[in-house]
């Protein structure tokens, strides 16, 4: 019996150092990743308790006092609070069901393109914004919107009407960045949804013609549902960064204009320039935490709605 046992542990060992042969290339391959993985994000997790001191960098992170929660308060008890909160929040939002609504109609309208020269024209021309800095973007807004050389102020001066400040009236800029957004973004996202839409392949539609489908009860009855998991998880992963702000779009294309931060601000500009001010940088890692926070308990959220109402179709 003890013969027996002992061959047997000595072939478990045996195929224990044969499967740890057989994966060990790949082990040593995936390496490199796992070490960036590391290095980029969890070792700076130690810099999270700036959020919680009074940061001076003569002592360091270790050597600075203990702050409590005092960063935390200050960032909720400033009068902008409500402003910076309230215009990330619905920037966000907007973004996110345009995001859905027209990369989605751009890729199926990509997708029955059929000649390939004429098609990769037009994924070059849509994706070459999202392609450009914000810094550039912010420059080609300026040619339009410029009040005296402005291309748009010249037209009207040109037809005798009189020109529209608009880096001075904050009721334009909601309109404005949600363009500059679309137009720089819409792009990236398009592509992701045609390269799902590619996968799927000619069966289901042409099966759907020979049953005499028309084209929107093609797209209404295979494209869309067969689209579902794809714009739930973009959606998902994009609920992800509802209290995050793309910085560029919001501070660059704007100018930093005093007089549009009521329709520009978002908590990201907001604590860069209270950085540039009093060179706090606690308040700025609260900021960066409490953000962290609630974008992790909002995806959370947002995935458990999903698991409840489409099991298969939730991320975890």
Known sequence: MKAAQTSANA??????????????PLFI?????????????????????????KYNYKLGISGSPWAGLSNFEYLFKTKDAWI??????????????????????LAIFLNEVRKKTTKKFYQTVIL??????????????????????????SVLNAVGLESVQFYSNKSYWPFILTF??????????????????VGFGDTWYEAAELDGATKWQQIKFITLPLLKPTIIMLTTLSMG???????????????????????????DTYV?????????IGLSSAAAFYQSIVCLITILVFNGIIRR???????F
């Open 309 to 315: 109402v489409s099991k298969e179709n939730a991320l």
């Open 272 to 280: 860069f320039r209270a950085l540039l001010q009093n060179g706090n």
């Open 180 to 197: 500059v957004r679309m137009w720089r973004g819409i792009g990236y996202g398009t592509i992701i949804y045609l390269s799902t839409l």
């Open 84 to 105: 910076i909160t309230r215009n990330t929040l619905a920037y966000n939002l907007v973004f996110i069901a345009l995001d859905a609504v027209l990369c989605v109609a």
């Open 11 to 24: 072939m478990q060992k045996k195929a224990g150092r044969a499967n740890m042969k057989k994966w060990l």
């Open 29 to 53: 391959m995936g390496l490199p990743g796992f070490l960036y993985l590391f290095i980029n994000n969890y070792m700076p997790l130690y810099g999270l308790v700036i959020a919680f001191k």
């Open 241 to 267: 960064n509802i209290f995050r702000s793309d910085f560029g779009l919001f501070y660059q294309v704007p100018r930093n204009q005093g007089l549009l931060y009521a329709a520009t601000d978002t908590i």
């Open 128 to 153: 070459l914004p999202y392609l450009m800095s914000l810094v550039v973007v912010s420059y080609l807004a300026y040619a339009f919107l410029g009040d005296r050389t402005g291309l748009i102020n």
